[in-house]
């Protein structure tokens, strides 16, 4: 199974400030998603990437930046960081073709803002 | 974009029964479905999937059937077990290069009673 890792796993910041999380894939797959997950909502996709360099906007993507600096790594960044924004983020990876597509989930990032 | 409806919300069964949930979508051009299980606090995990040259994919007590048609597609639990507790998520997404976006169900909450 891939190997997608996060961190922080645990996060509290204050209204106002900066966040960023991060994710590394070690199976080397093209594209790569950050979600968000709330009661009620299920899970929601913010930013996602087809490859080092390439960002595209998800369904939510207002509040939040994403960078895909290298194949392995993909960041999702809070600028002003809001109440709102209290989540448990996910990343996955996934290969992104037609016969490879499954995407493989991180451990999940619990963010708590102040 | 596509949209997944997932019902029901919460579905309680008892130890050895059959549990059934139900997803439908919108976006014809849809062609991938895959099925995610959740345990309280872990990530989601691929259980069974399905691609729209199939209407039917059994992977030992899970069925999964699609009707393209319909737009609707499920997911069939034989011989529940306790162990099958836990929350459940469709989605759907076109598949092939640059693309493999996943729109989620809300998701439900199985509980299994002995």
């Known amino acids: 199974e891939a190997a997608v890792t996060q961190s922080p796993r645990n996060k509290v910041a204050v209204t106002g400030g900066k966040v960023t999380l991060s994710c590394n894939q070690t199976?080397?797959?093209?594209?790569m998603y950050w979600y968000r997950q709330d009661t009620g909502h299920g899970l929601r996709l913010i930013h996602y990437s087809y490859g080092a360099g390439s960002t595209e906007k998800g369904d939510i993507p207002d509040g939040y930046k994403a960078s895909r600096p290298s194949q392995e790594n993909f960041s999702l960044i809070l600028e002003l960081a809001t109440p709102s924004q209290t989540s448990v983020y996910f990343c996955?990876?996934?290969?992104?073709?037609?016969?490879?597509?499954?995407?493989?989930f991180g451990p999940g990032t619990r963010l708590l803002v102040l | 974009g596509e949209q997944v409806e997932q019902l029901p919300s919460i579905l309680r069964v008892q130890e050895g029964s059959s549990a059934s949930i139900n997803c439908s979508y919108e976006?014809?051009?849809?062609?991938?479905f895959p099925w995610y299980k959740q345990e309280p606090g872990e990530n989601p995990k691929l259980i069974i999937d399905i691609r729209s040259n199939m209407e039917r994919k059994q992977i030992q007590e899970l069925i999964v059937l699609l009707d393209k048609k319909a737009k609707r597609f499920s997911l069939h639990i034989t011989d529940t077990q306790p162990g099958d507790s836990a929350m459940y998520f469709c989605a759907a997404s076109l598949t092939g290069a640059n693309t493999g976006k996943l729109t989620f169900g809300h998701g439900t909450i199985l509980r299994v009673h002995p």
């Open positions: 976006d014809s051009a849809s062609n991938y």
């Open positions: 996955a990876s996934g290969e992104g073709d037609c016969n490879q597509d499954t995407q493989y």
């Open positions: 199976n080397n797959h093209n594209n």
